[in-house]
């Protein structure tokens, strides 16, 4: 009991110094400068719409949002992980008498709260810049800007989480600091587009075949591999209503959370063997 006591005390101290560091880094600042310019653009865009524009700036805002917040947990992996062993500062981490698992669900616990702060505040500029562009005018589609609003930000929350807890398996493994950003960013574009690929090659592929001969049996092995990400996007249910359906989100939920504990026992056993010179 005491070990376990001991154990959840040094990962919170590791939490804490995380956010911390990831708070004041520079990575962080230009990210977040560049997600609150996606808003501003969100916020334009409406007036391109005139039938639609808040659906319009919804939309845009949205992408802005999953951009932002997925590229904010690569960045925050890269320096609090990936850094930290390349500049050999993590040795002074790991002279705790713990195991070195601690260290990294501590790091990957500030990312998450890092991330959740960070779509909280651009969720709310978001729903600002919405409310603006719609001051004195009803559209056909009326927005859900309550639970259906938040509950698409958590799905994207989760799904930045899955990527950066892949990132923190590279991290744990990889020599070179850069390379968790370069593959965490591969597999976010492989996660997103997987369930579009799998969707039109279901459809036969507009009747092209040798396409679908020739992709299917590596979409089919590749579906076990990466999550469908796609899955937590629920943006319809904030812009047009359309509720997605209990099992889905819950599917897609338990999919993500899964996949992030597998990511991160890994990613602890990885750096458990990992020998520093």
């Known amino acids: 009991m005491r070990s376990i006591f ?9 939490a804490v110094s995380g956010l911390r560091s990831g708070l004041r880094g520079k990575s ?17 865009s409406g007036f391109f719409s005139p039938r639609q524009p808040q659906t319009v700036a919804l939309d845009v805002g949205f992408s802005g949002i999953r951009f932002s ?4 947990n ?9 850094r930290e062993i390349d500049r050999r500062v993590i040795l002074f981490s790991l002279a705790y008498p713990v195991s070195r698992g601690a260290f990294l669900v501590g790091r990957f616990a500030a990312v998450l709260i890092l991330s959740t ?20 005018y009803s559209q056909e589609f009326t927005l859900a800007l309550g639970v259906p609003f938040w509950s698409v930000l958590v799905g994207f929350t989760i799904d930045a989480a899955v990527v950066a807890a892949f990132a923190l398996c590279i991290a744990a493994l990889s020599t ?3 390379l968790p ?31 679908v001969a020739s ?46 504990v597998l990511l991160v026992v890994c990613a602890s056993l990885l750096f458990t063997r990992r020998e520093f010179s």
């Open 28 to 44: 962080f600042q230009a990210v977040f400068i560049l997600g609150v310019l996606m808003i501003v653009i969100a916020y334009l």
């Open 69 to 72: 917040l997925v590229f904010l």
């Open 117 to 136: 702060l960070a779509a909280t505040v651009l969720g709310l500029l978001l729903l600002l810049a919405v409310v603006m562009v719609g001051a004195g």
């Open 176 to 178: 070179v600091s850069v």
């Open 6 to 14: 001991l154990w959840l005390t040094i990962m919170f101290e590791f």
């Open 215 to 260: 992709y299917n049996p590596a979409i089919e092995l590749v579906k076990w591999l990466v999550p469908d990400l796609s899955r937590l996007d629920w943006r319809e249910w904030a812009m047009y209503q359309l509720a997605p359906g209990a099992g889905e989100v819950i599917w897609a939920v338990v999919m993500a959370v899964a996949y992030i």
């Open 181 to 211: 950003l370069a593959l965490g960013a591969a597999f976010a574009v492989a996660g997103k587009a997987l369930g579009a690929t799998m969707a039109y090659l279901s459809r036969g592929a507009d009747g092209d075949e040798q396409l």
């Open 74 to 82: 690569l960045f925050w992996v890269q320096e609090l992980v990936a």
